[in-house]
C-alpha cells in the first residue's frame, strides 16, 4: 500500500485529492496537513511514502516543505510531489532542483494524480504535459557538474541512458530503445544516480541538460 500525505490549506482540496487516492486499491491517504510547517513534521514523523505539497501554504510553503523533506542535504529523503494551480516557470525549476519528483498543475486531472504518486514510488519522476516541453527547453542555466564531483565517470551506455531519461522515457520504453529489459534498464538507471549524486530521474534530467546531452 502507498502511504500519502496530503498538504494543502484549503480543505476542499485536501478532501478531493483524498477522494482521488482513497478510491485506489494500492494508495491510502495517512494524513492530512493545512501548512508547511505542519506537513514536514507529519511526513518526519509519520513517514509516508509520498507526499502531495501544494505551492501556496502557510507557516512553509510547498518549496520549502519539498527542500526540508527532499532536499540534497537530507538523509533519508521522502518522495514530494508538487501540486499547484500556478503555471509558473520559477516554481517548477525551484521544486525539482530542490528534491521534487513530480510536478503537476491541479488541472491535470485524477488520473494523472494516480500516475504521479505511484511513479514518485518506484524512483520514476512525472511533470504535467503543459509543463515538460518548457522545463528542459528553458531550464535556468547551471554550472555543468565537474567531473571530479560525481562519485565515478558515466560509461558510455550510461551515457545512452541519462539521454533518454532526459527525454522523459520510462525503463520500459528505454529499454525498447536499446534493445535491453526494462529490469536492465532500472539498473542501469539506479547506477547513473548513484555516480551523479542525484535522487531521482529529474536530477539525472537535470544534470543531462546542464551538461549539453538534450537536443
Not at 482521488?20 to 495517512?30: N, P
Not at 532536499?71 to 516554481?91: A, C, H, M, N, W
Amino acid at each position: 500500500m502507498i502511504r500519502v500525505l496530503v498538504a494543502d490549506d484549503q480543505e476542499r482540496v485536501r478532501r478531493n485529492l483524498r477522494v482521488i487516492l482513497d478510491a485506489q486499491r494500492d494508495i491510502e491517504v495517512v494524513a492530512e496537513a493545512a501548512d508547511g510547517r505542519s506537513a514536514v513534521d507529519l511526513a518526519r514523523r509519520l513517514r509516508p511514502d509520498v507526499v502531495l505539497a501544494d505551492i501556496r501554504m502557510p507557516a512553509l510553503d510547498g518549496l520549502e516543505v519539498t527542500r526540508a523533506l527532499a532536499g540534497p542535504d537530507v538523509r533519508e529523503p521522502i518522495q514530494v510531489v508538487v501540486i499547484t494551480t500556478f503555471d509558473l516557470d520559477s516554481y517548477v525549476y525551484s521544486a525539482l532542483r530542490n528534491g521534487a519528483c513530480g510536478f503537476l498543475l491541479k488541472r491535470s486531472g485524477p488520473a494523472l494524480l494516480v500516475e504521479a504518486v505511484r511513479a514518485a514510488t518506484s524512483g520514476e519522476a512525472l511533470i504535467s504535459p503543459s509543463v515538460t516541453v518548457r522545463l528542459l527547453r528553458h531550464l535556468a542555466a547551471a554550472p555543468p557538474v565537474p567531473e571530479h564531483a560525481m562519485a565515478e565517470p558515466l560509461t558510455e551506455r550510461e551515457l545512452d541512458i541519462t539521454r533518454l531519461v532526459a527525454q522523459g522515457l520510462t525503463n520500459a520504453e528505454i529499454g525498447a530503445a536499446l534493445f535491453i529489459s526494462a529490469g536492465t534498464a532500472k539498473t542501469h538507471v539506479a547506477s547513473v544516480q548513484r555516480k551523479l549524486r542525484v535522487r531521482n530521474r529529474v536530477g539525472i534530467a537535470l544534470w543531462a541538460r546542464d551538461n549539453g546531452l538534450t537536443a
